[in-house]
């Protein structure tokens, strides 16, 4: 069984600059992480590795500083590592970033199954994901909950409806974005780290995965752009109050009215003779 697994670099934190121009997120020398949503759906790539055999292999677009995650990746137990880095690529938006992976998904042989974490925390959009299976004429299913298994009838999961739980199955090849109930991602391991430190990472310009001109690349060709993103403003600000509980609770009362969390007195309770 081949299965890929679609991983990004997002920002440690939200302290990052921005593009004035182009209003996208500048990657570059910035702190980052693998996206905490795709360490799950790594974690179920290896386990069904595990379970059936095969191989995992890890693929991300990004600047050259995102062949950390492929690394990262290495160390829980991926095989193979794809990046998918070229100025071409810069700027993409979802449409774009889909299309993108889904252009060097298709280049990789004898593929199974697609797992992508259920969104990033950089865009929090959740559409990258559905977009590639679209691109790439597949089945899929979003919000998976739990991975039951892989049988004659293709791969069974149960999809998180919100107020329910749906169990269904896929055949295969087919792409699933999972949720955080989905298992619990494994630490890293410092012998794989010491094991992989010289295992190659392939890297995939736009003259690897476009044979033909067009298509959606980068800043260019989406078809969407940002108008303006901007940090959110921090506030911080704090009191210490002392006295006894009946002082303490009539000041903050007061404290709320002032502050028009209350805004009109709510009035007791009155019986009806």
Same mark, same amino acid.
């Given at each position: 069984?081949?299965?890929?697994?679609?991983?990004?670099?997002?920002?440690?934190?939200?302290?990052?600059?921005?593009?004035?121009?182009?209003?996208?997120?500048?990657?570059?020398?910035?702190?980052?992480?693998?996206?905490?949503?795709?360490?799950?759906?790594?974690?179920?790539?290896?386990?069904?590795?595990?379970?059936?055999?095969?191989?995992?292999?890890?693929?991300?677009?990004?600047?050259?500083?995102?062949?950390?995650?492929?690394?990262?990746?290495?160390?829980?137990?991926?095989?193979?590592?794809?990046?998918?880095?070229?100025?071409?690529?810069?700027?993409?938006?979802?449409?774009?970033?889909?299309?993108?992976?889904?252009?060097?998904?298709?280049?990789?042989?004898?593929?199974?199954?697609?797992?992508?974490?259920?969104?990033?925390?950089?865009?929090?959009?959740?559409?990258?994901?559905?977009?590639?299976?679209?691109?790439?004429?597949?089945?899929?299913?979003?919000?998976?909950?739990?991975?039951?298994?892989?049988? @004659?009838? *293709?791969?069974?999961?149960?999809? /998180? $409806?919100?107020? &329910?739980?749906? #169990?269904?199955?896929?055949?295969?090849?087919?792409?699933?974005?999972?949720?955080?109930?989905?298992?619990?991602?494994r630490l890293l391991s410092?012998?794989?780290?010491?094991?992989?430190?010289?295992?190659?990472?392939?890297?995939?310009?736009?003259?690897?995965?476009?044979? @033909?001109? *067009?298509?959606?690349?980068?800043? /260019? $060709?989406?078809? &969407?752009?940002? #108008?303006?993103?901007?940090?959110p403003e921090s506030h911080?600000?704090?009191?210490?109050?002392?006295?006894?509980?009946?002082?303490?609770?009539?000041?903050?009362?007061?404290?709320?009215?002032?502050?028009?969390?209350?805004?009109?007195?709510?009035?007791?309770?009155?019986?009806?003779?």
């Amino acid at each position: 069984m081949h299965i890929v697994v679609c991983i990004k670099q997002v920002p440690e934190s939200r302290d990052v600059e921005m593009d004035p121009v182009t209003g996208s997120l500048l990657r570059e020398g910035a702190a980052s992480v693998m996206n905490p949503f795709d360490l799950y759906g790594l974690e179920a790539a290896l386990a069904l590795k595990e379970r059936y055999g095969g191989q995992v292999t890890v693929i991300t677009m990004g600047p050259p500083q995102a062949e950390e995650v492929i690394r990262e990746a290495y160390m829980m137990g991926a095989d193979r590592g794809i990046m998918l880095s070229d100025r071409a690529f810069a700027g993409a938006d979802t449409l774009a970033t889909a299309y993108t992976l889904a252009q060097g998904i298709a280049r990789i042989e004898s593929v199974d199954l697609i797992i992508c974490g259920l969104q990033t925390t950089d865009g929090d959009t959740a559409q990258v994901g559905p977009g590639m299976a679209e691109f790439l004429d597949l089945p899929h299913e979003s919000a998976v909950a739990a991975i039951r298994g892989v049988d @004659e009838a *293709g791969l069974w999961v149960q999809r /998180d $409806m919100g107020s &329910t739980i749906m #169990e269904l199955s896929l055949q295969l090849p087919c792409l699933i974005t999972v949720t955080k109930t989905v298992n619990q991602p494994r630490l890293l391991s410092f012998r794989r780290k010491l094991a992989t430190k010289d295992w190659p990472v392939e890297i995939w310009g736009r003259s690897h995965i476009a044979a @033909e001109t *067009g298509g959606y690349f980068g800043l /260019d $060709m989406s078809p &969407t752009q940002v #108008e303006r993103m901007f940090p959110p403003e921090s506030h911080s600000h704090h009191e210490r109050w002392e006295g006894s509980a009946e002082e303490l609770s009539q000041r903050l009362q007061q404290w709320l009215m002032d502050e028009k969390f209350i805004e009109q007195e709510v009035e007791p309770w009155a019986s009806k003779s």
